[in-house]
């Protein structure tokens, strides 16, 4: 495959600069200190609708998150991941991951990162788990299929039939670009198109190609069915490109994209807009009920959302991968604060995209 | 009263029903049926709205629509373009008025 020679822009990250909302500790506290409505308590709202507490139904999808490197600094972006981020999982950790996985029964994985391509593991837990016969998803940021030591990524991906969920804000370059890079846009849509030629998008070929969309701003996504025939119709007219299915998904409050919404005075309005949006039926789909996620060092949580915000699992529950216990955390209590009412808003959202 | 506009008047609009409850009830019956998904796509109206937001100057439904088509997944730059389209037409059906003055100044004129 060719390297693009696109050179896409790139900032510091959280990190690097010293923010304080870098630390996880600094971002529940400025959630928590938001003069919200009354409701915006999220237990108290799941109790008053009826629903309980927030348990897992079991475990479905082992999502692994692989680290915090990445070739992109994307405005949104809840882990703070970009070129200058060292964090990867070690070969001990992804060794411990797959014993899980061969241990169990969990069909799906699911990786993420920063950039999990650019983990030295990546490779390797791509290749067990299909071994193993787990279904793999890979969540893509494109442009990395076409950076310089990575371009063979996509006939792996495609022999290994991984199925690849990959960001597009928009199907428009706009949008995309100030998301998520200058420059991002052209070689995203090169990568797809290499994507369509090796099969992926294609009927028939078994390998899905979804593509996600967020919104470049502090509003709500647009519904999911609503735009699926649209977005199909203007990638194909425009761009002759084909895809599966899309996502839509919600920007989560969480770090530069709470660093965003912080700065650009959009912050109180933003959380009282999911607070108000808050719909009982999304609930039942949110991801942490089928999922458990590893970080790059081994440790367990709910979500990838709680991982970026150190949120570990319910006391009582095993702390690392290498103290897995399917049982204990099939049916485990859900730790939650006010950031879950980013996947409870509207029509809900998830890593699988809407909840309804 | 201190401005003649009130960004609060957008959110209590329901409001306007207080002294007239049946026909507020029926206005906002009818206009919540008329911006449902019908032979047109909720998502269209949304763009249609917008312009003619723009094109009777109305401050309240220009924050509402383009609040609503940022959420329903359209850019900026297709926003603009819908204000482009409300203006020409409000351009054109000035400009062609121009042909009433034409008409009665050959009409007056030598």
Partial sequence: MPESTKKLTVLPTLNR????????????ELLDSLPLSEGADFDRRLETAGLGTLTATGVDIFQVNLGRVCNQTCAHCHVDAGPDRKENMSREVAEACMRVLAETDIPTVDITGGAPEMCPEFRYIVEESTRLGRHVIDRCNLTILLAKRYQTLPRF?????????????????????????????????EALRILNELGYGREGTGLRLVLVTNPVGAFLPAGQATIEADW????????????????????????????????????????QTLVDAFNPEAVNGVMCRNTISVGWDGRLF???????????????????????????LSNRQIVTGRHCFGCTAG?????????? | MTSYYNP???????????HAPDLGKKFFEWYGAAMEDGALSAREKSLIALGVSHAVQCPYCIEAY????????????????VVHVASAIKGGAALIHGMQMRETADGLGM
């Avoid at chain 1, 969480?254 to 912050?267: A, F, V």
């Fill in chain 1, 232 to 271: 199909k119709r203007e990638m194909k007219t425009r761009y002759d490109i084909e895809f599966s299915s899309l996502f839509s998904i919600t920007n989560m409050p969480i770090s530069r994209y709470l660093e965003w919404l912080e700065s650009s005075g959009n912050l109180a309005s933003y959380m």
């Fill in chain 2, 8 to 18: 609060d008047h957008l959110a209590n609009f329901h409001s306007i029903s207080e």
């Fill in chain 1, 17 to 28: 600069t010293n923010n304080p909302l870098a630390m996880a500790s600094h971002q529940i």
């Fill in chain 2, 66 to 81: 383009t609040k609503d088509a940022l959420k329903k997944g359209y850019d900026v730059e297709q926003l603009t373009e």
């Fill in chain 1, 302 to 328: 709910d979500c990838d959302f709680n991982q970026m915000l150190e949120l570990e699992l319910a006391p009582g529950q095993p702390r690392r991968i290498q103290d897995f216990d399917l049982s204990a």
């Fill in chain 1, 347 to 356: 029509s809900g959202s998830s890593c699988g995209g809407a909840t309804i």
């Fill in chain 1, 157 to 189: 991906l495609a022999d290994h039939g991984v199925e690849i969920v990959c960001s597009l804000p928009h199907y428009r370059a706009l949008g995309t670009d100030r998301q998520r890079g200058d420059g991002v846009f052209e070689v995203s849509i």
